[in-house]
């Protein structure tokens, strides 16, 4: 089984995380902050990956650092069930409708971080939860996990509908992208050998 843990301790935050790629879309997430704990339980179900998270942060400050750190835990703990990642499918995509909302995902398992973020909120917050947030969950998490990450929201009104078809977008493209091709499972999904940031 694909599964790993991860802790984080800093004077901001202190999160453990871990996830089980090959599970069933479990999820126990409790980040203190209700709109984030409801992305991560959309990323869980969607993509099958069972997910376990615990945060403890300056919420008394802002989400800022929570919001962030999350998605540095929950990434390294994806790039630390990958393993070696052979036999992984590397490439996912998805687009994700939700009612005037459509919104397209595409990742690459490549070992080298990077996000492009075309995303664009109406509104500044969503509740308490500043929109401008999400991004930086996305950018931490790609760094993290080692992927190539796009996230375009094609168009689109409301702010929830937004946010939350990023999420399961990413969701169905973690799906696609760490699943494991029996053809190639002892192979490493690269013309070089090997997959990581030097190449």
Request: proline share 3%; net charge negative; hydrophobic share 35%.
């Amino acid at each position: 089984m694909r599964q790993a843990s991860v802790e984080r301790n800093t004077k901001e935050t202190r999160i453990s995380g871990s996830v089980n790629l090959d599970g069933a879309g479990v999820y126990d997430v409790q980040t203190g902050i209700g709109f984030l704990d409801h992305m991560l339980e959309q990323l869980s179900k969607h993509s099958l990956i069972d997910l376990t998270l615990r945060a403890e942060g300056d919420l008394h400050i802002d989400f800022h650092h929570t919001t962030e750190d999350s998605g540095y835990v929950v990434g390294e703990a994806v790039l630390k069930a990958l393993g070696d990642r052979k036999g992984i499918e590397r490439y996912g995509h998805a687009y994700i409708p939700m009612d005037e909302t459509l919104t397209r995902v595409s990742i690459d398992l490549s070992g080298r971080p990077y996000l492009v973020w075309k995303v664009n909120f109406t509104k500044p917050k969503l509740g308490d939860f500043d929109t401008e947030l999400f991004k930086e969950w996305f950018a931490a998490f790609a760094q993290a996990a080692g992927a190539t990450l796009h996230v375009e929201n094609l168009y689109g009104e409301n702010n929830h509908h937004i946010a939350e078809s990023c999420y399961k977008g990413l969701a169905r493209a973690l799906k696609a992208a760490t699943a494991i091709d029996p053809r190639k499972a002892d192979q490493v999904p690269s013309t070089k050998g090997t997959l990581g940031e030097s190449l």
